[in-house]
């Protein structure tokens, strides 16, 4: 289904990919599955006020934002540079210019919103800058190989998801005064650290802040949303500070959890584009099941 999606959506104009997105979006909402009914249940712990109407009318505007996701991400290796280069708006970009201007490495990290590929291949076009991330192992490994390629095509070194192998890796780029991106909302280990996210316990990676103090390289959590206009928006949000004092743990957790709060406020003025459609919270890990 991926691949014929890769080769049909990136042939078509991109007003008929957009348009198809929405049909594709909507089908989903109105029928009501395990993924619509968990990002419905997340959106209401992001949108604690939201009435039935109102979450309804989120949830479709969550799945319409996801299949933007798609339909962008599967047209974008057909992109020229200039389309790159235009379709991606970030406010407050001049602390990333800066902090790579500087002799230590920057590490982005990212909430799963907007279209994280999109703000990438931004980066290493507009910015001239290349980058070092992670992906998370999928099966069949087919499919883990293409997304792999996919993202090198646009620029970024893609590291599997794993163990010391790969934080070796990052710290080694950031030690030479390179960029780290991560998309850091969702843990996806034994080893993560618990934060406090919309009033309810939650799990995210240590790894940003790890890296953060071992190497000296500047963390910016990174938001993204979508308006009604073609291009992607965005903030780079303040460097999350290494505390003065405390153990390791301690500051691990205090930067985690910096880092969880300005994730919040993005999604928090932009919910829709927040594209989790699996348990986040500890207490849906559990077993809870969807609202």
């Not at 348009?19 to 599955?33: E, H, P, S």
């Not at 920057?106 to 279209?115: D, E, S």
């Amino acid at each position: 289904m991926y691949g014929l999606g890769w080769a049909a959506v990136k042939r078509l104009p991109e007003p008929a990919a957009a348009a198809l997105g929405r049909r594709i979006a909507d089908t989903a909402w109105r029928r009501d599955g395990k993924g619509v009914r968990r990002l419905r249940s997340n959106l209401a712990r992001v949108v604690p006020d939201a009435g039935p109407e109102r979450l309804a009318a989120l949830t479709r505007a969550g799945m319409r934002s996801y299949m933007r996701y798609w339909m962008e991400s599967f047209r974008l290796p057909a992109w020229s540079r200039q389309r790159i280069r235009e379709g991606f708006d970030p406010k407050d970009v001049h602390r990333l210019e800066d902090g790579l201007a500087g002799d230590t490495g920057v590490i982005l990290a990212l909430p799963h919103m907007g279209n994280w590929d999109l703000a990438g291949a931004w980066v290493t076009t507009k910015l001239g800058v290349p980058f070092t991330t992670v992906q998370e192992r999928l099966k069949p490994e087919s499919l883990y190989d293409r997304f792999v390629a996919y993202r090198e095509s646009l620029g970024m070194e893609v590291l599997a998801h794993g163990g010391a192998s790969a934080f070796g890796t990052l710290a080694r780029r950031l030690r030479d005064g390179g960029l780290v991106c991560l998309v850091a909302d969702r843990d996806l280990s034994a080893a993560g650290v618990e934060v406090d996210f919309f009033g309810a316990a939650a799990r995210m990676p240590a790894g940003p802040a790890l890296l953060a103090q071992q190497t000296g390289a500047l963390l910016l959590p990174v938001t993204l949303w979508y308006d009604d206009s073609p291009v992607l928006q965005g903030r780079v949000h303040p460097p999350v500070e290494v505390p003065a004092g405390g153990t390791r743990a301690a500051k691990t957790a205090a930067m985690t959890q910096a880092m969880a709060d300005d994730f919040a406020a993005g999604i928090a003025g932009h919910p829709q584009d927040w594209h989790m459609l699996q348990r986040f919270w500890l207490d849906d890990l559990a077993g809870g099941a969807p609202r």
